[in-house]
């Protein structure tokens, strides 16, 4: 009998963040992780990330560590970790962006609503930048790039996207904010690209 494939893959990429993976971890876990698998990439770190990891990979089921022998960046870790995935959906993140348990089922709750959402933590600096926006009651994510925002702005590293949608453009992801790139091609076709607010507007989508 083939095992049945988990619907849900939590995309973890980290480098150089073991101060920070106890937190994540711990939060991770303590969401909803029914038919999910968790995969972490980690980028050939130098700090103590390799001795915590290892000690965790046997505290989940479906735990899996992927370590790149060499440095790869943030784009080529994604793909690595996406094309070892066996989940219909691909929720990515980092340790950086201190996410909740709250946030990982916001994020797996609406993973169906949209072919890709980004998601936006409050923390980060472009917050306020968003949130002027969001007041406007803009609707379309298309509407961003007419509002003066960087190159960068719509990069983050959470976001969701169903397996199948990435596989057809990962050949066309050539940037490092490779969220953006996502965006912009997605959007010159009828895909439904949206983002989410986290932690302190939960379940928020413009798009």
Do not use: C
Request: hydrophobic residues 35%; proline residues 1%; charged residues 25%.
């Amino acid at each position: 009998m083939n095992e049945a494939l988990p619907e849900f893959t939590f995309l973890w990429l980290n480098y150089n963040e073991g101060f920070q993976i106890y937190y994540t971890f711990n939060e991770l876990i303590k969401s909803d992780l029914s038919n999910s698998e968790i995969i972490i990439i980690d980028d050939n770190s130098v700090d103590d990330s390799e001795v915590i990891l290892n000690e965790l990979k046997n505290s989940y089921e479906n735990f899996r560590l992927i370590k790149n022998d060499v440095h790869m960046g943030y784009k080529n870790s994604v793909i690595k970790g996406i094309d070892n995935s066996k989940g219909k959906y691909i929720i990515s993140f980092t340790p950086g962006d201190f996410l909740t348990h709250d946030d990982f089922n916001i994020l797996k709750e609406h993973s169906k609503d949209r072919d890709f959402i980004i998601g936006l933590n409050p923390i980060e600096f472009i917050y306020e930048k968003y949130i002027d926006i969001l007041k406007r009651k803009i609707k379309s994510i298309k509407l961003f790039l007419n509002y003066g925002l960087k190159y960068s702005d719509l990069h983050s590293t959470v976001f969701v996207i169903r397996k199948d949608i990435f596989n057809k453009i990962k050949r066309d992801l050539h940037s490092e904010y490779i969220s953006y790139d996502i965006i912009n091609i997605l959007l010159k076709s009828n895909y439904k690209v949206g983002q989410i607010i986290l932690s302190s507007e939960k379940g928020v989508i413009i798009g």
